[in-house]
């Protein structure tokens, strides 16, 4: 699979709607729509400026629909389809989130905090809509980027 526009990813993230995860070390489980959309407000009020931080937020929960297996090989499944869209760095973000062996630098250690205090949040993050510019935006520099490749 792979995502050809911002279009498809909202109706992937849509059908996140309704799919609960289990927490990997045990808790109550969260919807994924508002797992993310929750993980995707708190990068953007620790890291305004880093969209695509955001963004790995928010898209991160696509490889419990695209793949099998272990949170690893989703995670891997969904970086592989989201890299054409969104770029190089979303796609490592969303690819190495779930991997604990794996040193973490400063976006993925905000990107995991954000992740767990998601879980444990209960605040109204908004609608995906709001998150449609956003998308845009990281779509379009990925595309730039991949025309300088």
Same mark, same amino acid.
């Given at each position: ?39 995707a ?13 955001q963004? %790995?937020? @928010? +898209? /991160?929960?696509?490889? $419990?629909?695209?793949?099998?297996? &272990?949170?690893a090989?989703? *995670?891997?499944?969904? #970086? ?10 979303v %796609?490592? @973000? +969303? /690819?190495?989130?779930? $991997?604990?062996?794996?040193?973490a &630098?400063?976006?993925?250690? *905000?990107?995991?905090? #954000?992740?767990?205090e ?10 995906l ?6 998308l845009?935006?990281?779509? &379009?520099?990925?595309?730039?980027l991949r025309?300088?490749?």
């Amino acid at each position: 699979m792979e995502l050809r526009s911002v279009e498809e990813l909202m109706d992937l993230l849509y059908a996140c709607r309704g799919v609960r995860d289990l927490p990997a070390g045990g808790g109550a489980p969260v919807d994924l729509h508002d797992h993310a959309l929750r993980t995707a407000a708190l990068l953007r009020r620790g890291r305004p400026a880093d969209k695509e931080l955001q963004v %790995a937020g @928010l +898209v /991160r929960p696509v490889g $419990r629909l695209l793949g099998t297996g &272990d949170a690893a090989s989703r *995670a891997g499944c969904a #970086a592989d389809v989201l890299r054409p869209l969104l770029g190089e760095r979303v %796609a490592r @973000l +969303v /690819r190495h989130h779930p $991997r604990p062996g794996v040193p973490a &630098d400063d976006d993925l250690s *905000a990107l995991r905090q #954000a992740d767990e205090e998601a879980r444990t949040e209960g605040f109204d993050a908004g609608v995906l809509e709001d998150w449609r510019t956003v998308l845009e935006l990281v779509a &379009d520099r990925g595309a730039r980027l991949r025309t300088v490749d």
